[in-house]
Each structure stands twice: as C-alpha cells, then as structure tokens.
C-alpha cells in the first residue's frame, strides 16, 4: 500500500507535457510585435509583418530582412551608427531615450523639453507630447507617461499608415493599445495625423533648433554630437558655426563607403539636383524635403544595408540641391 501510494505522488510531479501553443507564448513573452509571430519561433519576417515595406526596413535594424534578436526586445535600442558623413540625419531623427540624453537637451533645466530644446523631427516630438502641452516631459520622453511606454515612438505616421487614408487603425499600430487609447482623443478607435502626433509642422529649421540661445552661432556647448564633426563645418576655426558652414555639405570620400551608400549617395545627388533647380524660382527650401526625411526613393535591399543607403542619399540629396538651386 505504502508503495502504490509513493508511485501516484511521483506520477503526480511528472510535468504534463507542454503543447506547442504553450512553447511559443512562453518563448516570447515580452517580445516587441508579438502578435505579428504569426508562427511562434521568435522571428517576424515580411510575411508576417503588418505594415508597409518601408515601416518594415526601419525596425530591421541590421537589414537582413527580418526582425529578430535586439529588434523585437522590448527596451533595446538601435546600434549607433553615427558619424561625421550622417551629423544631418543624427540631428534629425533621435532614438536615444535614456535619462543622460534628456538632460543633454534640457537646457534650461526645467525638467521639460520646449520645442527650441528639441533636436529631431517636430512629428517625433508630437509623438511625443501625448498631452498636447506643447512641451515633452521627462516621463513623456522615456516612454513612461501615465505609466504606459511607448515602445515604438520612432515611427513616423506616413510609414504606420498603410492604406494612405490619413488616419491609423489598431491594426496599422505598432505600439501598444494603451499609448493607442491614450492619443485617441475622441474615442472613434482610429487616430488622426492630429491625434497621432499633434497639428504642427513637420518641417523643421535643423540650424535654429540647435541654435538655442538664438544668436545666429551654435557653440559647443549647444552641439550634442561628434566633435570631430563640430570641427569639419567650423571652417573659420572660431570655435562657433555659422548658418553657411552648418549647411555646408560635408565632403565625402566615396571610394571608402560601402556599395549601399554609393547607391544612396548617387541617386539622392540627382534627386537633389533637380530639387535644388525647381525651388530657385521660388525659395531655398532644403530642410523642408519630404525626400530627405525618407532618404529610401529607389532603393532595393540587393544593394545593401538600408541605413547605409538612406546616410548615402542624404548626402548626395543635399548636394546635389545646393548645385541645383546655386548661389543664394
């Protein structure tokens, strides 16, 4: 009797055995787009990603065209890759969330970022303003606001908006509900350009914004970036930049650069020719091209790494459109 009673507790510690449903949610518990695995092993390819190609190429940090690995943790940032060639789009697009970076920003230590503070993109900053106050707060920067992160506040409204109907449904977002819910101001379950990230402009001026004190020269003390980089534009060696030497483009040796920014850099060198020569009639309007926000016309992955071909494109394109528009 006493045996027969040992044999059912041991029966009883036997684990049951772990279907392939439990397998998968255990294997990806905390992982980014969760539910876009459609099959469970870890890994979101085309196939499964719901969205368009070019939302796609942003989250596939490394370009081997599916998300795995540090681009689908939870908390994990995208490798820097910033140099002098890019110092333009580093300004444009900030993806460091961390505490040392909003200090960095916080000039004037108020514990708010105003929109003269902000360096990137002024749609990233609607983004992040989730309460429309017209400044981003510390707990709104590090995705923390009303407790709920916001794990995919890199991503532009146009790349989210699948079908171009100007409006994103839960299925075209990637964050979670709950930053969903929380921008959703009149509760219709889809979001707005307004709603997603704000009523302003989604042209910025680079040199003011990094132009704090507003005297017409960036110090060091107000570039955040490479020094290498603050000491190629400062051509005068005064120790500050000038608009004409921040808008200067920067020399590119291209026999160093990969085959992707080859490609990049000469079809943005012609793309931004012909830019330069249609807005001479009217005003210089460098910044405030759509295709330099993009940085992906005529690209295929054939030619190599995204990122390599969108810094290529950037430097050509803006190039190319101070020859095209000529002497101001």
């Known amino acids: 009797m006493k045996s027969t009673t040992l044999l059912i507790v041991a029966l009883c510690l036997i684990p049951a055995p772990i279907s392939a449903a439990q397998t998968r949610d255990r294997g990806n518990t905390g992982m980014r787009f969760q539910s876009m695995d459609a099959n469970g092993d870890g890994v979101i390819t085309r196939d499964e990603w719901r969205g368009n190609d070019r939302s796609f190429r942003n989250h596939d940090w490394n370009g081997d065209g599916k998300l795995s690995g540090d681009e689908v943790r939870p908390g994990a940032q995208r490798p820097a890759r910033w140099d002098d060639r890019d110092v333009e789009d580093s300004i444009a697009r900030d993806d460091d969330w961390t505490e040392a970076r909003f200090a960095s920003l916080d000039h004037d230590h108020d514990g708010r970022l105003s929109g003269k503070e902000w360096h990137g993109d002024p749609e990233m900053f609607g983004r992040l303003d989730r309460n429309r106050d017209g400044t981003v707060s510390r707990a709104e920067f590090l995705g923390s606001a009303d407790g709920n992160a916001d794990d995919d506040r890199e991503e532009r409204f146009y ?36 709603e997603a990230v704000g009523g302003g402009s989604t042209i910025g001026d680079e040199f003011g914004s990094v132009d704090v004190n507003g005297d017409n020269a ?39 650069q990969s085959a ?45 790494r995204y990122e390599e071909y969108q810094a290529g494109y950037r430097a050509g394109f803006r190039l190319g459109y101070h020859e095209g528009f000529g002497p101001r």
């Not at 171009?164 to 930053?179: C, K, Y």
């Not at 051509?235 to 020399?251: C, K, W």
């Not at 920014?261 to 759509?290: C, F, N, S, T, V």
């Open 159 to 194: 790349d989210l908006d699948t079908n171009r109907d100007g409006r994103l449904t839960r299925d075209e977002w990637h964050g979670s509900p709950a930053v969903f819910k929380a921008l959703d101001a009149n509760n219709d379950d889809v979001l707005t350009r307004a």
């Open 218 to 256: 960036i110090s060091r003390d107000e570039w955040h970036w490479n020094a290498a980089a603050f000491d190629r534009l400062d051509t005068n060696h005064d120790g500050r930049l000038s608009r004409p030497e921040f808008d200067t483009p920067p020399a590119i040796d291209l026999a160093r």
């Open 260 to 304: 992707a920014y080859k490609a990049g850099y000469e079809r943005g060198h012609q793309e931004g020719i012909q830019a330069g020569k249609e807005d001479k009639p009217r005003h210089w309007d460098l910044e405030g091209q759509r295709e330099l926000e993009t940085a992906d016309s005529g690209y295929d992955q054939r030619v190599g």
